[in-house]
């Protein structure tokens, strides 16, 4: 989708004429593919929609934090790999080990950032850093990264304990950093997708669980999981969700009767309910 709200705005911005294949995807936006496809009624709160330009402006600031912190730091993370322990040398691991080595990262990763992001919650964590992240009360993908450059930095450090306690190979390393990155990306989309593999992983948190901790938005003092739910559960930071999603089947049980005794059935989804 071109992130301009007329032709003419495009055509401005790129300093020419739209060509014929550009004013077709222009007037048959990535939104309306969407919806042809039925992908509309998976979004977990519909009723939010935002405007190309806000978008847009998600993805610039951050690119720019890509560029600028990110970037920055990558450029000086080979001395601090190597010494870690991290090997780029052959053998390669086996699956077993890159298996094994992923679970203890998740699970490092997804306690350490449990509490920082508690602690991100309290007033001055929140004032002074997390409110950014939480501009967005209905996440897109772009805005899983979307944060203040301190909270990149603070929540990189849970990322990189699990490869510092046990250390392996690049390529695991690689592995990590991106599957990391599509879950971020993921529970950030705004869609619950049904068919979604991670719904079979145990205790996996997923869209509509963090989403629900973006919509609650600052007075949210639930769902900080990263990846996985059982802090939540075992610290009880989970209750205001769990508590939702029984008011929620309640009403769709109930609308849902109600349709079936006037002589017709009907589904309502929760996340219209929620949205509400």
């Not at 990763?109 to 991100?120: A, G, K, V």
């Not at 509509?208 to 990846?227: E, K, L, M, T």
């Not at 999603?245 to 929760?270: A, F, I, R």
Request: hydrophobic share 40%.
């Amino acid at each position: 989708m071109l992130p301009y709200a007329t032709l003419d705005e495009a055509a401005a911005a790129l300093g020419r004429n739209l060509t014929a294949a550009e004013t077709l995807w222009f007037n048959y936006s990535a939104k309306n593919l969407w919806r042809s496809a039925g992908i509309d009624k998976y979004k977990i709160q519909p009723k939010v929609k935002l405007s190309p330009s806000e978008m847009f402006k998600c993805y610039k600031d951050v690119m720019f934090m890509f560029f600028f912190v990110v970037g920055p730091l990558q450029l000086v993370s080979y001395p601090s790999i190597k010494m870690i322990g991290i090997r780029t040398s052959l053998p390669l691991p086996s699956g077993c080990e890159i298996f094994l080595q992923l679970l203890v990262y998740f699970v490092v990763e997804d306690f350490t950032n449990y509490w920082i992001h508690r602690f991100l919650h309290g007033n001055w964590g929140y004032e002074k850093i997390h409110k950014v992240h939480h501009e967005y009360t209905a996440p897109i993908g772009f805005a899983a990264p979307y944060a203040h450059w301190a909270e990149v930095l603070i929540l990189g450090i849970p990322s990189f304990l699990g490869p510092a306690m046990v250390p392996g190979h690049m390529i695991t390393f690689w592995l990590w950093i991106a599957l990391r990155q599509i879950e971020a990306i993921e529970t950030h989309s705004g869609y619950d997708f049904p068919w979604t593999p991670t719904k079979y992983i145990p205790f996996y948190g997923g869209a509509d669980y963090h989403d629900y901790h973006h919509y609650v938005g600052r007075q949210s003092q639930s769902n900080f999981a990263s990846v996985f739910t059982y802090c939540d559960f075992i610290y009880g930071t989970d209750k205001g969700y769990r508590f939702q999603k029984k008011v929620l089947q309640k009403l769709k049980e109930g609308v849902k009767n109600g349709g079936e005794q006037n002589g017709g059935s009907y589904y309502v989804p929760t996340q219209g309910l929620k949205s509400d």
